[in-house]
């Protein structure tokens, strides 16, 4: 199966653990004078902790991942 484009796969500190992330990234749209646009986008599918590669995805908490999502976008942005 090929890879999409949109997705990634990161190793990131979160709350002093290391935790590998592989997610999708969507790229937001600019607004115009007669469309909104919309925001960047980050859907999580699998964390694991380490090289661990049990999925804990499950076990956080939605503020977790909202947090962890706004994380992946900021870092995201900044690469490139």
């Known amino acids: 199966m090929a890879k999409n484009t949109n997705e990634f796969e990161r ?3 979160f709350y002093g653990v290391v935790l590998n992330v592989q997610y999708y990234f969507e790229q ?17 599918y699998k964390v694991s902790v380490g090289d661990d590669s049990q999925c804990i995805y499950e076990l956080l908490s939605n503020h977790m991942v909202t947090q962890l999502e706004n994380e992946l976008i900021n870092i995201h942005n900044n690469e490139y």
């Open 11 to 13: 190793e990131i500190i």
């Open 28 to 44: 937001g749209e600019d607004q115009t004078y007669d469309y909104p646009g919309s925001p960047d986008m980050v859907e999580i």
